[in-house]
């Protein structure tokens, strides 16, 4: 049984595309993440939603919009992409706010051309 | 802000010990996390320190001095798939209660 499962695993797309990235956490967690790994590995956290509630918006481009329609499920939604946007999207879950061991999703890999 | 300085490479040879150093400046501290990642995986979590001291978790320990802001992460008996990256991260409390931030990871690479 999967922890925390991403679909798609893998996205090509032009510039200027909308797509979307969901993420489903079946442990019961309160707390979802979006995090973004560029090509240096560098894993910054974007967003945080805990019971639906967002509660950290790390100042992403508002090209950028997630959503949670229930505190299994975090969507990340991107209009108008561009080739910056290339990197590997992580969501992330963990059982609380304030919890330091957080649960990863096995990545989206995003390709802008 | 938050900072976080760790090597970017490591290289050590199968049973050997290796330890992974990591420095941080940030305003709100909770404690100290290390992360791993294979090539093409998730980072999955390691270990967490929150007080002074050593936390050992079978071959891998980790070790926290707040007050010289710097931890380290100790690994025992190398074994090849150990080479991976790893990942300190930081979390606060008040306004940046329930982010990590994470240092730019260290490539450990594991001879045979």
């Known amino acids: 049984d999967t922890a925390v499962s991403q679909t798609p695993k893998y996205l090509v797309t032009q510039m200027g595309n909308d797509k979307s990235i969901k993420c489903e956490q079946n442990l019961g967690h309160d707390t979802m993440y979006w995090y973004k790994q560029d090509s240096k590995k560098f894993l910054k956290i974007m967003f945080s939603y805990n019971n639906k509630e967002l509660i950290i918006n790390e100042t992403v481009p508002n090209r950028f919009s997630p959503k949670s329609p229930d505190k299994a499920h975090l969507n990340l939604h991107i209009n108008s992409l561009e080739l910056g946007d290339s990197a590997v999207y992580f969501c992330a879950s963990s059982p609380r706010q304030e919890s330091y061991e957080q649960y990863f999703g096995p990545g989206t890999r995003l390709t802008v051309t | 802000g938050q900072s976080l300085e760790q090597p970017s490479e490591v290289t050590a040879v199968e049973g050997a010990i290796v330890q992974i150093n990591c420095t941080y400046q940030?305003?709100?501290?909770?404690?100290l996390s290390w992360y791993q990642q294979h090539d093409g995986g998730a980072p999955t979590f390691l270990s967490y320190?929150?007080?002074?001291g050593l936390e050992e978790t079978g071959r891998f320990s980790s070790f926290l001095s707040r007050s010289d802001s710097y931890g380290y992460l100790l690994l025992q008996e190398l074994q090849m798939k150990d080479s991976a990256s790893y990942f300190c991260?930081?979390?606060?409390?008040?306004?940046?209660?329930?982010?990590?931030?994470f240092g730019r990871g260290t490539q450990l690479t594991v001879w045979p």
């Open positions: 991260a930081v979390s606060g409390g008040g306004s940046t209660l329930g982010r990590l931030y």
């Open positions: 320190n929150a007080l002074d």
């Open positions: 940030t305003s709100g501290f909770y404690g």
